[in-house]
């Protein structure tokens, strides 16, 4: 009779086994995926060539994250679609809107030292795109531009990446060097 309770005992043990070999532990490969739960954001640095000046004008990052090949965030800001994100910085602060909404809110994910200007977005707050498209414009208080990037550029929203948009040479002569775009890169992080 003991010999039976051992002999079962092994049987069970070893189909245990066999389960957890078979279908294997709950955790997420090595490399760069995140633990389960972990959250992205998106870290934007924009470099002007004098000094961060929201007194005399606006700073937009605009974004576009719903992948669609049909609009661009170009650099007209009236042109901008009902679909695209915006992070404003003007004499009142930093802003966060999407364009079909009628009101702006306050963003306290933003922090300017000298000639920059960096922000940090939650990917959950574009809706968790696999990529989000970026520009940068610069304008007057009236809205009318005084630099932007070449063209916008886009990040793939994988842990890790990387990318920098193209700035033409010569800058804004409206505006003066507080509203010349030098260099404007975006990485993706996790959020802490």
């Given at each position: 009779?003991?010999?039976?309770?051992?002999?079962?005992?092994?049987?069970?043990?070893?189909?245990?086994?066999?389960?957890?070999?078979?279908?294997?532990?709950?955790?997420?490969?090595?490399?760069?995926?995140?633990?389960?739960g972990?959250?992205?954001?998106?870290?934007?640095?924009?470099?002007?060539?004098g000094?961060?000046?929201?007194?005399?004008?606006i700073?937009?990052?605009?974004?576009?994250a719903?992948?669609?090949?049909?609009?661009?965030?170009?650099?007209?800001?009236?042109d901008?679609?009902d679909?695209?994100?915006?992070?404003?910085?003007?004499?009142m602060?930093?802003?966060?809107?999407?364009?079909?909404?009628?009101?702006?809110?306050?963003f306290?994910?933003?922090?300017?030292?000298?000639?920059i200007?960096?922000?940090?977005?939650?990917?959950?707050?574009?809706?968790?795109?696999?990529?989000?498209?970026?520009?940068?414009?610069?304008?007057?208080?009236?809205?009318?531009?005084?630099?932007?990037?070449?063209?916008?550029?886009t990040?793939?929203?994988?842990?890790?990446?990387?990318?920098?948009?193209?700035?033409?040479?010569?800058?804004?002569?409206?505006?003066?060097?507080?509203?010349?775009?030098?260099k404007?890169?975006?990485?993706?992080?996790t959020?802490y």
């Amino acid at each position: 009779m003991r010999i039976m309770n051992v002999k079962r005992a092994i049987i069970f043990l070893l189909a245990i086994g066999l389960i957890v070999v078979v279908t294997g532990c709950a955790r997420w490969p090595e490399g760069s995926e995140p633990e389960p739960g972990t959250e992205y954001q998106l870290e934007i640095t924009v470099e002007v060539a004098g000094e961060i000046n929201a007194d005399d004008g606006i700073y937009y990052i605009v974004l576009d994250a719903n992948e669609s090949l049909v609009d661009e965030p170009g650099d007209n800001v009236e042109d901008w679609e009902d679909d695209f994100y915006y992070v404003k910085l003007d004499g009142m602060g930093f802003h966060f809107a999407q364009v079909k909404d009628d009101s702006e809110s306050l963003f306290g994910e933003g922090n300017i030292s000298g000639n920059i200007l960096e922000v940090t977005i939650a990917l959950s707050d574009l809706g968790d795109p696999n990529s989000v498209d970026i520009n940068v414009v610069t304008t007057d208080s009236e809205n009318e531009t005084h630099d932007h990037l070449d063209s916008y550029f886009t990040i793939y929203t994988d842990l890790g990446s990387t990318e920098e948009g193209v700035v033409s040479e010569g800058g804004s002569e409206e505006g003066g060097a507080d509203f010349d775009i030098v260099k404007v890169t975006a990485i993706i992080t996790t959020l802490y």
